[in-house]
């Protein structure tokens, strides 16, 4: 069985930065796709950042620029750097992993999500 850890969410004034990181456990083989979304109240959920295991990344727009993600694949961990943190950055933050192979199948994966709040 296959867990998402977040971590690092948390309540920053506007400017301010915030790290997120987000474990994966279990007897893992290799994940393709390690990435954030986010969703904010009355919005659709969207991609922030993602990472491809053999280092090619996608930003949303919104966050080029100011967000950094970055992976370590031998402890199946992704981070997510926010710098120049904004209101419009408010949501639920949630951890995605794409093609996660154990010996048992190959799998994607939701993490339960954590909050970043950020005050004008």
């Known amino acids: 069985q296959v867990q998402l850890e977040e971590s690092g969410g948390g309540l920053v004034q506007a400017g301010g930065s915030l790290r997120l990181s987000c474990a994966a456990s279990g007897s893992i083989f290799s994940i393709a796709i390690m990435g954030w979304y986010r969703q904010a109240p009355g919005k659709q959920r969207e991609l922030v950042a993602s990472?491809?295991?053999?280092?090619?990344?996608q930003y949303a727009d919104s966050v080029m620029g100011r967000f950094t993600i970055s992976r370590d694949n031998a402890k199946n961990t992704v981070y997510l750097q926010m710098n120049s943190l904004k209101g419009g950055d408010t949501a639920v933050y949630l951890c995605y992993t794409n093609r996660v192979a154990t010996q048992e199948s190959v799998s994607d994966y939701w993490g339960q999500g954590t909050q970043v709040t950020v005050s004008s």
């Open positions: 990472m491809i295991r053999d280092g090619r990344i």
